[in-house]
């Protein structure tokens, strides 16, 4: 047994509440080390051992290296000074005791690890809509253009080669008029890209946080959206851009104007003056000299953003945030904005745009609900668009990202399969549509929230930024139908099916000869397994193995069907099966 890969801590990362009654906890473990795993809690002024609450712990998740077994306690009471110790029973049959002092052969008297107390502030919840929800990412200014009669700019053919200069026209109107289309696609929550007063087509370069950009609309066109969204049971989630602001905002001219001087020199980071691009004496967002960067920790600045966050949900009722940059903005604030709000708008949603590893920002519960999984797009681009890992790795890779969260967290995860900033996923696969409808029925059947980047669904190419930013193709003619109506077919079981959105998510067969794996969702009520093949021709797959077999409901056919012993399988192909489970089962 390698005692070295054991972990635990009494930390937000391994204990957490789920409420002010309810315990969740994790010990990682060498995977296939043990038994057995058993955590054994009480509360400290109960002295009769009787008390002690035993509950056995199961595998949640998998990688190469690790097990990670969770389990969940509930107490008739709000938990306060609970002991508790982890029974480790390994292959062989030996108990292990793990305590806050170390690993035991014995059973020790002292030592325990210990949960203090449970407030309001320390117990995680993310908005019950915000789970398993479909989001739909909108570049406005290449979405529809809906005020044709706008001339703030040289408009380029809707077709033309999309650029960083370039506009297009796209604007609010254009989304609204476009709303039929996504509620009859599945669509439960928009994310808007900037659409406050900016420099450049993207908008990422902020002049005023307070005003509608023209190019997009007016404040009544914004507000217009929101509720005729909402009318049709769509959510709409803005674009902060917090992190850093255009060098044309209020605040930095005067810093130029009035170098140290100005009750604003440190809302940024400048180093010295006068301010001067070139050479550039200041800090920047990706070294752009253009977006100088926010200085976050600055409480000035701090109540600034926040103010801005209310002033959008109170005046146009929207759903919540998607904050740029997130993990480049100071904890401190983030803390501080989602006590605000939360207290305001509880059912706010707050999603943190990082490209790697997101628990910083969403782990302990007390600033973000979730982040932008660009780790898993990453998975899915090197799996299912190139075919450059093997489906244990895949299978591994999957399981170590959900460990690192609590599944209050991964069942918001912004799952993307590409966005603004990324080669579009048809484009990663080759222009491969067999490839891009196997990662779109992974990405629509996983525990998560999936993510469609405008486009994805008719089948828009485009390298990465700025070619991945072409105007929306509306063209029947040009869109690709098929790929179209197997975006609706999943988003449609999805959204028919709780299991599919809030079950768990276990995978029951990974099979690197054949490029086939199976996971299984379950909430207890319904139970759904899906068979995925990623390769070419006809792969036949043992199922004798797995405790795979009986009767089940082909969710693409809707016949009954009996799964035996081998399973068949076409190139690219997937089989989606449902049981009903039995009462009491």
């Known amino acids: 047994m390698n005692e070295a890969a054991i972990i635990h801590r009494a930390s937000s990362e391994y204990i957490y509440a789920g409420s002010r009654t309810d315990l969740y906890f994790k010990v990682l473990v060498a995977k296939g080390d043990m038994e057995k795993c058993t955590v054994v809690c009480w509360k ?25 077994y969770r389990c969940h306690v509930s107490f008739s009471e709000p938990t306060h000074y609970i002991k508790y110790y982890f029974k480790l029973e390994d292959r062989s049959g030996v108990c292990h005791y793990l305590t806050n002092e170390g690993l035991f052969r014995e059973m020790p008297e002292s030592g325990f690890f210990e949960y203090l107390y449970t407030n309001d502030s320390d117990y995680f919840s993310v908005p019950d809509w915000a789970k398993g929800i479909v989001f739909y990412q909108i570049f406005p200014e290449r979405y529809k253009p809906g005020n044709v009669s706008k001339n703030r700019h040289l408009y380029e053919r809707w077709d033309s080669i999309p650029t960083r200069d370039n506009y297009l026209g796209g604007d609010l109107k254009g989304i609204e008029q476009s709303l039929d289309y996504l509620k009859e696609l599945g669509v439960g929550c928009l994310y808007l890209t900037p659409i406050f007063l900016a420099d450049f087509n993207h908008k990422y370069a902020t002049i005023d946080y307070k005003e509608v950009d023209p190019d997009f609309g007016t404040l009544d066109d914004l507000k217009r959206l929101v509720c005729n969204s909402h009318h049709k049971g769509i959510r709409i989630l803005l674009d902060g851009v917090f992190n850093h602001c255009g060098i044309k905002f209020a605040p930095f001219q005067d810093v130029v ?56 949900l109170e005046v146009t009722g929207m759903d919540g945030w998607r904050l740029d940059v997130a993990d480049e903005v100071d904890a401190s604030l983030w803390v501080k904005a989602r006590r605000t709000i939360k207290a305001r708008y509880p059912n706010a949603l707050l999603i943190g745009e990082t490209w790697t590893d997101g628990y910083g920002l969403v782990g302990d519960g007390m600033r973000l609900d979730a982040v932008m999984n660009y780790l898993f797009r990453d998975i899915m681009v090197d799996y299912f668009a190139k075919g450059a890992i093997a489906t244990t790795d895949f299978c591994f890779r999957i399981g170590n990202l959900l460990s690192r969260y609590w599944d209050e967290v991964n069942m918001a995860q912004y799952n993307l399969l590409g966005s603004h900033d990324t080669t579009r996923f048809l484009t990663e696969a080759g222009g491969d549509v067999r490839k891009c409808k196997l990662a779109v029925a ?144």
């Open 257 to 312: 104007n009035n170098d140290s001087l100005s009750r604003y020199s440190d809302w940024f980071f400048i180093h010295s003056f006068p301010v001067t691009a070139e050479p550039l004496n200041y800090e920047c967002v990706g070294d752009y000299p253009l977006m100088p960067k926010l200085n976050t920790s600055n409480p000035e600045v701090q109540d600034f953003i926040i103010d801005v966050m209310l002033y959008w």
């Open 44 to 68: 400290r002024t109960l002295r009769n051992t009787d008390s002690r609450k035993s509950e056995k712990m199961e595998i949640a998740y998998q990688d190469a290296w690790r097990d990670d």
């Open 442 to 585: 992974f990405q629509m059947l996983f525990i998560g929230s999936p993510a469609i980047y405008y486009g994805e669904e008719a089948g828009m190419e485009g390298l990465t930024d700025p070619l991945c930013r072409g105007g929306m193709v509306w063209d029947a003619a040009s869109r690709n139908e098929e790929l179209a109506a197997w975006y609706k077919l999943l988003i449609s079981l999805r959204t028919t099916h709780h299991v599919l959105r809030c079950g768990s998510y276990v995978q029951v067969l990974a099979d690197d000869i054949r490029r086939v794996f199976a996971f299984e969702r379950c909430d207890g009520k319904e139970r759904f397994i899906v068979f995925l093949h990623n390769g070419e021709g006809t792969a036949h797959v043992n199922l004798s193995a797995t405790s795979i077999g009986g009767v089940w409901q082909d969710m693409m056919s809707d016949a009954e069907v009996r799964i035996d012993e081998q399973m068949m399988l076409d190139s690219y192909g997937v089989k989606i099966f449902r049981e009903i489970l039995k009462k009491g089962e």
